[in-house]
T-cell receptor, first 109, second 114 residues
């Protein structure tokens, strides 16, 4: 079993729909990262969180430390949100990130 | 503010050769971490450097090595290249470390081994 599991692996939705991507992990962590990767390879850090909830524009990330689970939500989805979303967990002092396999999101106009 | 710069962006090598990739972090960032991304294995942690010291290493053979200079620029080297080393190599910088700090990624170096 992978230390970091993401679901779904692939998600296709219509423009405007509410999107949820889930990430579960099995190890103790200091922080969880949500990353976005567009075709071509570049990775952008969306959120880093260790508790609670963070919001940036139409993106919301939540984490439940007790349940070892995080979700990334996208409200009013847009075709430009089409990308691969990756969660990664890290531990302070360890500096080694462990990655999920990613969720490929496609938003259809 | 300049971002993380990786060079070269693309390169083609043949089996048995060696390759050196460079990563210049954001000014003031002292942590540089390296990652390998392949279609089969996804993203995997290679190693992390902070103030010229390697603090952690992933599960890769000794052919993969790296170093960090006093100006925080980092290089990674892969010797005796194998076909399976074909991948996108990404570096990221942060102020304190990859584990619990916001990361800024470079655009990556895409290595093809023939």
């Amino acid at each position: 079993k992978n230390e970091v599991e993401q679901s779904p692996q692939n998600l296709t939705a219509q423009e405007g729909e509410f999107i949820t991507i889930n990430c579960s992990y099995s190890v103790g962590i200091s922080a969880l990262h949500w990353l976005q990767q567009h075709p071509g390879g570049g990775i952008v850090s969306l959120f880093m969180l260790s508790s609670g909830k963070k919001k940036h524009g139409r993106l919301i990330a939540t984490i439940n430390i007790q349940e070892k689970h995080s979700s990334l939500h996208i409200t009013a989805s847009h075709p430009r949100d089409s990308a691969v979303y990756i969660c990664a967990v890290g531990t302070f002092g360890n500096e080694k990130l462990t990655f999920g396999t990613g969720t490929r999101l496609t938003i259809i106009p | 503010k300049a971002g993380v710069t990786q060079t070269p962006r693309y390169l083609i090598k043949t089996r048995g050769q060696q390759v050196t990739l460079s990563c210049s972090p954001i000014s003031g960032h002292r942590s540089v971490s390296w990652y390998q991304q392949t279609p089969g294995q996804g993203l995997q942690f290679l190693f992390e450097y902070f103030s010229e010291t390697q603090r952690n290493k992933g599960n890769f053979p000794g052919r993969f090595s790296g170093r960090q200079f006093s100006n925080s620029r980092s290089e990674m080297n892969v010797s005796t290249l194998e076909l399976g080393d074909s991948a996108l190599y990404l570096c990221a910088s942060s102020s304190q470390g990859a584990g619990a700090n916001v990361l800024t990624f470079g655009a990556g170096s895409r290595l093809t081994v023939l």
